[in-house]
């Protein structure tokens, strides 16, 4: 599918739009701090499982989701003592994704073969208003096919996915490189 490269907000028709296409379990392509992310509704296992296939990810290594508050990812993750939660709290929003032990219930289609699961509260304001508009997580990993160099822009989105994703348009952020990834658990930089 795809939508005007001038559309340059989250107009009530694009809303209704992409609502539909993620209940359905559709795949979206939309920018984040680096470049644009491929997403899709994290509790649809179908959306997820078409989500590896396109990019060719494995799911054994899991998945990033971004909210645009910690309330949209704070049922993935287990509860967050006072002292894990200070030392988090600074860093978002931002480009900070944090590996929090998962939540019992957090599907393995998610984790994949951790017992974390990845998730940063976005400072991208389009993707912010995005999770939003949509109200809920979305799964946030770069839009590319595996190996490949992420697409920064809307046009290398269409080039590259056609109309096997959504691609909402908008402007990237200015960071060259995706976010850090830091483990709550040990306090590790992983990335």
């Known amino acids: 599918m795809r939508l005007s ?53 494995p799911q054994s290594k899991g998945l990033i989701l971004i909210g645009a508050t910690f309330s949209q990812l704070k049922s993935y993750a287990s509860p967050l003592n006072g002292e894990q939660w200070r030392q988090i709290s600074p860093t978002w929003p ?3 994704t944090w590996l929090l032990p998962a939540a019992r219930s957090t599907p393995s289609w998610l984790s994949g073969h951790h017992a974390s699961i990845a ?26 096919r595996a190996g490949l160099k992420p697409a920064r822009t809307y046009a ?13 348009p908008g402007m990237t952020g200015k960071r060259r490189h995706p976010s850090t990834i830091m483990e709550l658990t040990t306090g590790r930089k992983i990335r």
């Open 5 to 57: 490269a001038s559309t340059a907000a989250l107009n009530a028709a694009l809303v209704r739009k992409l609502r539909r296409h993620l209940k359905q379990g559709g795949v979206i392509a939309y920018p984040t701090e680096s470049c644009y992310g491929l997403g899709c509704d994290p509790r649809n296992r179908r959306a997820v499982m078409r989500l590896l296939s396109i990019k060719g990810r």
């Open 94 to 96: 931002g480009p900070v």
């Open 156 to 168: 290398d989105c269409v080039k590259t996915f056609g109309n096997s994703v959504l691609v909402v």
């Open 119 to 144: 998730v940063r509260v976005t400072a991208h304001p389009l993707a912010s208003r995005l999770c939003k508009s949509v109200n809920t997580a979305l799964v946030s990993t770069s839009a590319n």
